[in-house]
C-alpha cells in the first residue's frame, strides 16, 4: 500500500526555519519523483519543488528560489524540504505527492499518490 506522510509543520516566526519531510512507503523512491506543493486558503495548490530520481536534479517555484532545499535520503525512504527565511506568504498546507515518473513534473496530473498535508504558519 503506497503511503505519503508529512510532518515537521507547525508555527514560525518571519525569518525562521522549519524542516519537512516526507516518509514514503509501499515503494521505493529509486524509482520516482517526489514533489513539494502547497495550498494556502482561497488559493490553488501549487508546485513549490520537485526532486528527480533519475538524476537528482530539482525544481522550485521562483518564489522559494534560495529559500528552501528540497532533499531525499533513499536509504529513510524520506524526502525533505528545508525551508528557510520563512515569510508570512509561505503560509499554506503543504504536500507531499509521488510522480508517475522518475523526472519531475509541472503537473498535478504528473502525480498519483499524495500525503494527507502538513500546516505551516508563518506568523509573528
Known amino acids: 500500500q503506497v503511503q505519503l506522510v508529512e510532518s515537521g509543520g507547525g508555527l514560525v516566526q518571519p525569518g525562521g526555519s522549519l524542516r519537512l519531510s516526507c516518509a514514503a512507503s509501499?515503494?521505493?523512491?529509486?524509482?520516482?519523483?517526489i514533489g513539494w506543493f502547497r495550498q494556502a486558503p482561497g488559493k490553488e495548490r501549487e508546485e513549490v519543488s520537485c526532486?528527480?530520481?533519475?538524476?537528482?536534479?530539482?525544481y522550485y517555484v521562483d518564489s522559494v528560489k534560495g529559500r528552501f532545499t528540497i532533499s531525499r535520503d533513499n536509504a529513510k525512504n524520506t524526502v525533505y524540504l528545508q525551508m528557510n527565511s520563512l515569510k508570512p506568504e509561505d503560509t499554506a498546507v503543504y504536500y507531499c505527492a509521488r510522480g508517475r515518473s522518475t523526472r519531475c513534473s509541472l503537473s498535478f496530473y504528473g502525480y498519483d499518490y499524495w500525503g494527507q498535508g502538513t500546516q505551516v504558519t508563518v506568523s509573528s
Open positions: 509501499g515503494f521505493t523512491l529509486d524509482y520516482y519523483a
Open positions: 526532486v528527480s530520481s533519475r538524476d537528482g536534479s530539482t
